[in-house]
């Protein structure tokens, strides 16, 4: 490897160690506390918002479902015309600082008063970490062959926990002891945590900003943007029924994918609801699960390398499979959990990092990589949806947060079955 394809590489996983404080800090542990302890009284966990009650955790779960519906609308026809006019960096660069500067607006969301900012700042950080990811993952098969996929989308990954995790570890000493930091109380710091993701999202940024090609086909666009943004879609879609092993594949993805969406967003409620966990006690779980989270990214990679890509995702979706049917059946206690946590965190990192790059090794040759990982994002943020709106569903019906996991059971299971219709000589290499 050259050096300066090496330089490229490291730039480019470098925005994973930028960007990956928001789903850490913003959805997963800081600001959902934050955000309960400002909305939620002695009396009752009812926020009036537009004119309606909602229960304050729906108006929340509901404002992220809103951006991941947006962003589903949004990114395949930007990625359509980024394709088109070869400028991916530019829309990166857009999303990138939408989402940092909405993080960081975060530290004017004081309380009720303005609901309506921390509301519209939580969809616009969710819209522009969502919309990143897409122009950032598409430069996966520009930058790295077939063959280097694994490695190179291990380290993103690693990177990202590593990076999250160091910010997250400062932000609690910040909560815990403000007065080292010169802040006035644990309310102000925590605020102030929320502006540090912002600031470490935009500032890491630049070097991928820097290394990372622009216009790396010389593409001359000419006429309408929107137009082709939307004829290159179709193009797309097309070329996916050419496809039939990549559209197999796809399908897998989404099935399993919503397993393991809906059990890293709903771990932490888990372990509140059923367990009775405290907030600090959570936030410890989810930092073991980072670090674990690493050593799952490699421990994928290099069996794939071994094996084979489709039969080590086979073998992570059982142990997911395990996962659940532990969850259902032997979680009762503190101690159960947080075991059952470091298994998780070993397999997520595993999944998600071969599952983008075996989508990667199985793409057609093409110079439209952001029109099809636009397909990837999108079904992903769909898997959200449906996994969460169903695990929502079931807990309501049932008034049991482990009863919905049998469903996340059947979604593995039809994922692993999936996943036997796709050939491991589907997946190129060199």
């Known amino acids: 490897m050259s050096k300066d394809k090496k330089k490229i590489i490291n730039a480019w996983a470098i925005y994973d160690w930028a960007n990956s404080v928001y789903p850490l800090v913003i959805t997963s542990t800081i600001f959902p506390i934050y955000y309960n302890s400002i909305t939620k009284t002695e009396f009752s966990n009812n926020v009036h918002f537009l004119g309606f009650d909602f229960i304050n955790d729906s108006l929340y779960e509901g404002a992220l479902s809103l951006a991941y519906f947006l962003i589903a609308l949004l990114v395949p026809i930007l990625s359509g015309i980024a394709d088109y006019t070869g400028n991916k960096k530019r829309f990166l660069q857009f999303f990138c600082y939408l989402g940092a500067i909405s993080c960081s607006g975060m530290y004017f969301f004081t309380g009720i008063e303005n609901l309506w900012l921390g509301i519209l700042l939580v969809i616009f950080a ?28 291990a380290k993103g990954f690693a990177l990202g926990y590593i990076g999250s995790a160091i910010l997250l570890i400062i932000n609690l000493l910040m909560i815990l002891k403000p007065e080292i930091f010169g802040l006035e109380n644990t309310g102000t710091a925590t605020r102030f945590s929320f502006l540090t993701v912002g600031v470490w999202w935009i500032l890491f940024a630049q070097i991928p900003f820097y290394y990372l090609p622009t216009n790396i086909f010389h593409k001359k666009p000419e006429g309408k943007y929107l137009l082709n943004g939307y004829r290159e879609l179709i193009s797309v879609w097309r070329e996916l029924k050419k496809h039939p092993q990549l559209a197999k594949f796809l399908a897998a993805f989404f099935v399993y994918n919503m397993g393991v969406q809906t059990v890293m967003l709903v771990a932490t409620l888990f372990g509140t609801e059923e367990l009775k966990l405290q907030p600090f006690q959570l936030i410890i779980v989810i930092l073991v699960i980072q670090f674990v989270a690493i050593l799952g990214a490699y421990l994928f990679s290099f069996f794939s390398g071994k094996v084979g890509n489709i039969l080590t995702l086979k073998v992570a979706v059982i142990i997911w499979i395990v996962i659940c049917f532990s969850g259902y059946y032997f979680v009762y206690s503190a101690m159960n959990f947080y075991c059952l946590a470091g298994l998780v965190g070993l397999v997520m990192g595993g999944i998600q990092s071969l599952s983008r790059s075996t989508y990667s090794k199985m793409l057609p040759q093409t110079q439209d990589h952001a029109s099809y990982f636009s397909f990837y994002d999108v079904t992903e943020k769909i898997c959200i949806v449906c996994g969460m709106g169903l695990f929502a569903f079931i807990h309501q019906i049932s008034q049991n947060m482990r009863n919905p996991i049998l469903a996340l059971i059947v979604f593995f299971i039809t994922g692993f079955v999936l996943l036997m219709y796709v050939p491991e000589k589907s997946i190129k290499e060199n």
């Open 126 to 153: 969710c819209i522009g970490y969502s919309g990143s990811m897409v122009f950032y993952n598409a430069y996966l098969p520009e930058i790295a062959e077939p063959n280097e996929h694994d490695k190179v989308s």
